[in-house]
């Protein structure tokens, strides 16, 4: 019956290492990957105040979906709130979407497992709508600096799991760099 468990499976439970659910498949976690047309991408470096990754390279803005909102406004509004940038829907391209289910530990959350859908969107910084007077600027607690690399660069750093960067899986980094490379 749901909701009994034998008492093999209760002390099983007790021995199993004490996770805390930080996500669950049905929330999605976006990000926006920058291109332009010199064969670059933009990096972020993640604030050292984040909970997870504290310091590590991102590829661009990320962030969980709100209530009421779709990933392509969820986008939209990460690349204002952590770049400033003003992007519309006809600026981002989804790219693919990928399945994360990344376990860790930080201070405030202990152990955790967080499992996502990541849907990866492109943006040719070139090519925005209105690309005059669009400075990145860099929003306070969510990100340290922010750079252009070259894509050749960043496939190296992200194929041999680069240490600097935030961890991605090989499916999620070969989806990434052939959307960039197919459009620059």
Same mark, same amino acid.
């Given at each position: #019956? ?20 930080? +996500?669950?498949?049905?929330? /999605? ?9 010199? +064969? ?7 604030? #050292? ?7 590590? &390279? ?20 990460? #690349? =204002?709130?952590? &770049?400033? &940038?003003? !992007?519309?829907?006809? =600026? ?17 959350? +202990? ?8 849907? !990866? ?19 306070? +607690?969510?990100?340290?600096?922010? #750079?252009?690399?070259?894509?050749? /660069? ?31």
């Amino acid at each position: #019956m749901a909701g009994f468990r034998s008492q093999g499976e209760l002390e099983q439970e007790k021995r199993a290492p004490k996770y805390t659910e930080m +996500g669950t498949g049905i929330i /999605q976690c976006i990000y926006g990957s920058l291109d332009s047309k010199q +064969g670059r991408v933009l990096v972020q470096r993640r604030s #050292m105040n984040k909970d997870t990754n504290p310091g590590k &390279l991102d590829v661009s803005a990320a962030g969980h979906i709100e209530v009421g909102d779709d990933s392509l406004d969820t986008a939209m509004r990460e #690349m =204002d709130e952590e &770049l400033g &940038l003003q !992007v519309v829907a006809k =600026d981002l391209e989804l790219i693919f979407t990928a399945v994360s289910d990344a376990k860790g530990f930080t201070e405030k959350h +202990g152990k955790f497992i967080c499992r996502e859908l990541q849907d !990866v969107y492109l943006i040719d910084y070139s090519k925005l709508s209105s690309p005059e007077g669009q400075k990145i600027v860099l929003a306070d +607690g969510e990100v340290e600096e922010a #750079m252009w690399i070259d894509v050749g /660069q960043l496939k190296r750093d992200l194929e041999t799991a680069n240490d600097d960067y935030v961890f991605r899986e090989r499916t999620y980094v070969a989806g990434l760099i052939e959307g960039i490379t197919s459009k620059s």
